[in-house]
């Protein structure tokens, strides 16, 4: 079945609606059609400590090394946190572009 984006995180709204829970804190990325990608995970992020930010990274394996990495500042800010994503997934996608 394909999914809406050329990019899809699962589980990211999840980690959303538990008001950025570490253990929710990552997922699997997967194209437009439903292939696996690897994993997006958020490090150096404290949700006590907004000001601080922290990074979104993606990777081959869960907890392997990071392939293209976001940081962003007040991941409570929509504005914010879309524009990180934004650059996120725009850059996942250039990453699968170069695989081919």
């Known amino acids: 079945m394909p999914l809406p984006y050329k990019i899809n995180l699962i589980d990211h709204d999840r980690w959303i609606s538990t008001d950025y829970e570490r253990g929710f804190s990552w997922g699997l990325v997967l194209n437009d ?6 994993f997006w995970r958020v490090v150096r992020y404290n949700r006590n400590l907004d000001l601080e930010g922290g990074c979104y990274e ?13 940081e962003f500042n007040f991941l ?8 990180a994503l934004s650059e996120f997934v725009s850059d996942i996608l250039a990453w699968t572009r170069t695989r081919k």
């Open 33 to 38: 059609e439903a292939n696996e990608l690897g």
């Open 58 to 70: 993606f990777s081959i394996e869960k907890t392997g090394p990071a392939i293209v990495s976001q």
């Open 76 to 83: 409570d800010s929509e504005t914010n946190r879309g524009a």
